[in-house]
């Protein structure tokens, strides 16, 4: 049993004021307002839901490991290849408390020869990621992927004349939503334009994820729900987006030093700024802050993509702290950052066990330094992680170290 006494709660919703905390067998079993005895003082502290990432890429052992270490106990991956890897990142993640939670789209959907099927080379045995030619291919396509394990379906939507590999057509994505829907499985778009914005609503997607650079969204926002990814929005227009998380001792608390050195010489991990006309991290953020004036649903996801040793220039778990202050630049408050990160996310995916604090719930956890509802830069400084209850070494030594 773990008694956290004395910490401000912010149960997923909203501030609960002092409290003691009781875990149990890897759940939440009392919440009790003010301090009482416990064998963790959180005085001075605040006690948060492990933070959910609603978009990430494992790239490799090591990043579920990195994601934790930040507080973020459960990731939504949005694309991982090839189907065994997934499953046994998943099975991993399942059974260690070192490593957060996974749920997966698995294989995206996207046209034969385009993106992704061109970001992989074929195995030895002849294994490429699967392409659609047209609507017709849709009812095999979500088939494979519940077959495979996907908890959710993940659609490349593009405008053909943005880029230089083929796309799906406006038809296929809607036939894509339909199949996933007789199937009950929620789907999900990148549409990092206004082109494919529109598409991805017009086809009946669930989720959007990014934000349009080229211009400004249409004006029915209302019942959006949109994971506006903008770190790599910054990532993608600004060569020295790491800047602001190197400068930050807590944002890189957890990572490995080899991760902070390859920042630092400027290595970005492949990824390209955006050369579209037009391009610019203003219009996320000018659309974001639409997005929120209207009440659309607004999810917190980085689009973490690094490989373990080479950071990209979204680095799993240290970005979502990164992506929280700019959620509240754009438009959010803090109290709206955070349920973007726990409560939202988890009813958005259907996790109910978990992005709370209250009896029953799951006891992934997060105590952190100071008071994020008056300065979301709080969620960076980490005391503790609790995934299902086990505490979680956050490598603080390690990345004192990589500072000198």
Request: hydrophobic share 45%; glycine share 8%.
């Given at each position: 049993m773990t008694t956290i006494s004395g910490a401000r709660v912010f149960d997923g919703t909203d501030a609960r004021g002092l409290a003691t905390v009781t875990v149990e067998d890897g759940v939440i079993t009392a919440v009790v307002p003010g301090e009482r005895a416990g064998d963790v003082d959180g005085r001075g502290a605040t006690l948060l839901p492990g933070l959910i990432d609603?978009?990430?890429?494992?790239?490799?052992?090591?990043?579920l490991g990195q994601a934790v270490r930040h507080g973020v106990t459960t990731v939504l991956d949005m694309f991982s290849a090839p189907p065994q890897f997934t499953a046994m990142e998943r099975r991993r993640a399942a059974v260690r408390s070192d490593e957060a939670d996974l749920r997966s789209a698995g294989l995206m959907a996207g046209a034969v020869d385009g993106w992704p099927a061109v970001m992989l080379p074929p195995d030895p045995s002849g294994w490429r990621i699967p392409g659609l030619s047209g609507p017709e291919d849709a009812e095999r396509f979500v088939d494979d992927r519940l077959r495979e394990g996907s908890d959710y379906l993940k659609i490349f939507v593009?405008?053909?004349?943005?880029v230089s590999r083929p796309t799906l057509a406006p038809a296929t994505v809607a036939a894509l939503c339909?199949?996933?829907?007789?199937?009950?499985?929620?789907?999900?778009?990148?549409?990092?334009?206004?082109?494919?914005f529109r598409t991805a609503c017009d086809a009946g997607v669930d989720v959007l994820t990014?934000?349009?650079?080229?211009?400004?969204?249409?004006?029915d926002l209302a019942e959006l729900v949109v994971c506006p990814t903008m770190t790599m929005m910054r990532a993608l227009t600004d060569v020295a987006s790491t800047g602001e998380l190197l400068a930050d001792r807590r944002l890189i608390a957890g990572l490995d030093p080899e991760a902070v050195a390859a920042m630092r010489a400027g290595d970005r991990g492949g990824l390209p700024t955006s050369s579209a006309a037009g391009a610019s991290y203003e219009h996320a953020q000018d659309n974001l802050r639409r997005l929120v004036d209207a009440g659309a649903t607004i999810l917190a996801g980085t689009d973490a993509n690094d490989v373990p040793g080479h950071a990209a220039a979204v680095v799993h778990g240290a970005s979502m702290h990164l992506e929280l202050a700019l959620?509240?630049?754009?438009?959010?408050?803090?109290?709206?950052?955070?349920?973007?990160?726990t409560t939202t996310p988890a009813r958005v995916f259907g996790l109910p066990d978990r992005g709370r604090i209250a009896v029953g719930a799951r006891a992934d956890l997060l105590l952190v330094a100071g008071d994020p509802l008056a300065d979301i830069t709080a969620?960076?400084?980490?005391?503790?992680?609790?995934?299902?209850g086990v505490p979680v070494d956050i490598g603080r030594s390690r990345a004192v170290s990589a500072l000198h």
């Open positions: 609603a978009h990430v890429h494992l790239r490799g052992a090591g990043n593009e405008n053909a004349a943005d339909a199949a996933a829907r007789e199937r009950g499985l929620l789907t999900v778009a990148h549409a990092p334009t206004r082109w494919a990014h934000l349009p650079l080229d211009g400004p969204l249409d004006d959620l509240v630049r754009a438009g959010l408050s803090p109290r709206e950052a955070l349920r973007a990160a969620t960076r400084d980490i005391r503790r992680v609790w995934r299902a």
